[in-house]
């Protein structure tokens, strides 16, 4: 509920909680990604974004470890607030090639 004076509050991304399970033969050998954007104004995550991998699904763990670049990357250029923002600065937004006529 926002403040009745000062009104919603401006959540902003502070900190990137990442956490990168290694495959083993005790899981499988599945590699699993978790991270969550934080905000100390926030009680709940401002994202959260979770990915597996199972072993015929990535060589070397080259695939765990790029996922966590590129995430790192986007939030730290961008600064997500929100799910939606998150996913539009990893996803990038569709765009059409106009021809011009000349």
Not at 16 to 26: A, E, F, K, N, Q
Not at 48 to 58: C, D, I, K, Y
């Amino acid at each position: 509920m926002p403040h009745p004076i000062y009104g919603p509050p401006s959540h902003e991304l502070d900190s990137i909680h990442l956490t990168l399970h290694v495959g083993t033969p005790r899981n499988g050998r599945r590699w699993l990604l978790e991270a969550h954007g934080r905000s100390s104004t926030s009680r709940a995550s401002l994202w959260s974004v979770r990915e597996g991998w199972a072993p015929t699904e990535q060589r070397g763990g080259y695939e765990p470890t790029d996922a966590a670049h590129h995430l790192l990357l986007a939030a730290a250029q961008d600064r997500p607030a929100s799910q939606s923002h998150l996913e539009a600065c990893l996803r990038g937004e569709g765009w059409e090639q106009l021809a011009l006529d000349i």
